[in-house]
């Protein structure tokens, strides 16, 4: 069955950077790509980009452009998401998914505090 | 960007009722809009995709319709396991923008 395992949560100081993995399993990585999608609490679904896991390709948010990195390694079946220079109000469930390219499988969801 | 723009924001109903959740993006998508459901503390959860296909697993109280610019999912009687938060999603584009979700609650 398809799964994706996310890692856990994180605390991070203003300025920082984190780096969430997305460990994919139960069908072929490379034939799909990986969505993020975040959520900040008590508000709405906000989608971050995706990108493909065969050749690599992205395409983030406008909002996001410059501090987001995105990235796979098909070797372990394993999705990435980075977001540098970190502010209080990047402080939102992340969430990777299988992109289709609507999202059809969801990780279990990854809590990302900024906070001095 | 697409905007998805979806009405009412929160919707107070009954166990039984038949619920009409609606979504208007800006500029024509096609059918390619997908319908998702989340509880508090949950992933979401896909329930329709291109516009009116059930997803796997998906109980046939719930349907999708529509394309272009307007779209609608209804469930044809609520369950109480249907109070949740719902959104739309457009991926017509690279930029796969979600509605502002609807919350539907227990009258």
């Known amino acids: 069955q398809v799964q994706l395992v996310q890692s856990g949560g994180e605390v991070k100081k203003p300025g920082a950077s984190v780096k969430v993995s997305c460990k994919a399993s139960g069908y072929t990585f490379t034939n799909y790509g990986i969505a993020w999608v975040r959520q900040a609490p008590g508000r709405g679904l906000e989608w971050m980009g995706y990108i493909s896991a065969y050749n690599g390709n992205t395409h983030y948010a406008q909002t996001l452009q410059g501090r987001l990195t995105m990235t796979t390694d098909a070797s372990t079946g394993t999705a990435y998401m980075e977001l540098r220079s970190l502010r209080s109000d990047d402080t939102a469930i992340y969430y990777c998914?299988?992109?289709?390219?609507?999202?059809?499988?969801w990780g279990q969801g990854t809590l990302v505090t900024v906070s001095s | 960007d697409i905007q998805m723009t979806q009405s009412p924001s929160t919707l107070s109903a009954s166990v039984g009722d038949r619920v009409t959740i609606t979504c208007r993006a800006s500029q024509t998508i096609g059918n390619w809009l997908a319908w998702y459901q989340q509880k508090p503390g949950k992933a979401p959860k896909l329930l329709i995709y291109k516009a009116s296909n059930l997803a796997s697993g998906v109980p046939s109280r719930f349907s999708g319709s529509g394309s272009g610019t307007e779209f609608t999912l209804t469930v044809s009687s609520l369950q109480p396991d249907d109070f949740a938060s719902y959104y739309c999603?457009?991926?017509?584009?690279?930029?796969?923008?979600f509605g502002q979700g609807t919350k539907v609650e227990i009258k």
């Open positions: 998914a299988r992109d289709s390219p609507f999202s059809d499988y």
């Open positions: 999603q457009e991926f017509n584009t690279d930029s796969r923008t």
